[in-house]
């Protein structure tokens, strides 16, 4: 059946789907977000207020019974996404997960093969690939204006310590998190070197706690190697007293360096001279991803993250865990 509006339920009110995803559901064009779940019910209901849905739920399985509802957003914890994915899939309904995909490899299997049972799309919400620097460097690429890519890097890095009873303290349980920073941010730039270098074939990292009391790391280092022969590097840190966002792709015939790639600037350095772009990220920041899967479940066509490509960055922290912990390289 063809979808003309695709109508949104959500699963989870708390800060990603407020500031972030949420708003996208229904900024993009034939996007409508109809309901929101969340178990608190004070919580749905002021959410749903605010952001114009039209009703709430405190009961999962009162949304999957929706039939108004076409796709659900899944804004929770990574702790909950597999089991939650499978049953938005066995309910008839496309699935948009945020990152990262799930736990563990073994996870992110069972939700692709789920939504593959019950014929629905899956995607997962990597959204920096949408955005227009991003998109722009993939197009720089193709056509060849470095080279054949080699290397690639990046470097994430800034001062966090959340609050203990804090919205978003979570992110240091490693039973609800599934790790520390590795998992957390460094996911968005691990996917982004897939997107670029193609999969991973061999990890090696040390993943630290070096400042803080946490039961995950908050400080690591990564070496890759991926299918094509391409190398990676990596360092992430909350413990650092600088905001750091670097990325940089060095190929045979020159390199592209963004700086500040947060802000969507970037060089291309190759045949002797430097071009400079600046293409700020959208204000929404899933707005364009959500606008392709819309798209593409209007049309019917595959997207473009599918979960085959979300997993890839979880099979680089899981290996990366194993690495650290055994002081091995770890072949994929």
């Not at 056509?143 to 009873?165: C, E, F, M």
């Not at 349980?173 to 193609?198: C, I, K, N, S, W």
């Not at 959208?282 to 490509?309: D, K, Q, Y």
Request: negative net charge; hydrophobic residues 40%; charged residues 25%.
């Amino acid at each position: 059946m063809s979808i003309d509006t695709v109508r949104w339920g959500l699963i989870g009110a708390g800060d990603v789907a407020e500031h972030k995803g949420g708003p996208a559901l229904y900024t993009a064009s034939h996007s409508r977000l109809v309901a929101v779940m969340s178990r608190r019910e004070e919580r749905a209901r002021s959410f749903a207020e605010r952001h114009g849905a039209d009703r709430y739920y405190t009961d999962l399985d009162a949304l999957l019974a929706d039939e108004e509802v076409d796709a659900v957003y899944i804004a929770t914890p990574p702790h909950v996404h597999c089991e939650l994915t499978e049953r938005v899939a066995a309910a008839g309904k496309h699935v948009l997960c945020e990152k990262p995909m799930a736990m563990t490899v073994a996870e992110c299997r069972r939700m692709i093969e789920a939504c593959d049972a019950a014929g629905v799309q899956l995607m997962i919400a990597y959204y920096r690939r949408f955005f227009p620097a991003y998109v722009r460097i993939k197009e720089l690429l193709k056509a060849g204006a470095i080279g054949t890519p080699l290397q690639v890097r990046a470097h994430v890095a800034s001062l966090y310590q959340p609050r203990p009873d804090g919205e978003r303290s979570w992110l240091v349980q490693p039973g609800v998190a599934g790790g520390g920073f590795l998992t957390d941010v460094a996911t968005h730039r691990l996917d982004l070197m897939t997107y670029y270098m193609g999969n991973p074939r061999q990890v090696a990292a040390f993943t630290d706690t070096l400042r803080f009391d946490f039961d995950v790391d908050d400080t690591d280092v990564l070496i890759l190697r991926f299918e094509g022969g391409g190398q990676g590097a990596a360092m992430f840190s909350w413990s650092v007293g600088a905001e750091i966002n670097e990325f940089e792709l060095c190929g045979t015939d020159g390199r592209i360096l963004g700086r500040d790639i947060g802000q969507g600037r970037f060089d291309v350095v190759a045949g002797g001279t430097t071009r400079s772009f600046h293409l700020p990220p959208p204000a929404i920041t899933h707005l364009h991803l959500v606008e392709h899967f819309v798209a593409c479940l209007r049309s019917g066509t595959p997207n473009r993250l599918s979960g085959e490509e979300g997993m890839q960055a979880t099979r680089i922290t899981e290996a990366a865990y194993q690495s650290s912990a055994e002081g091995t390289i770890v072949t994929l």
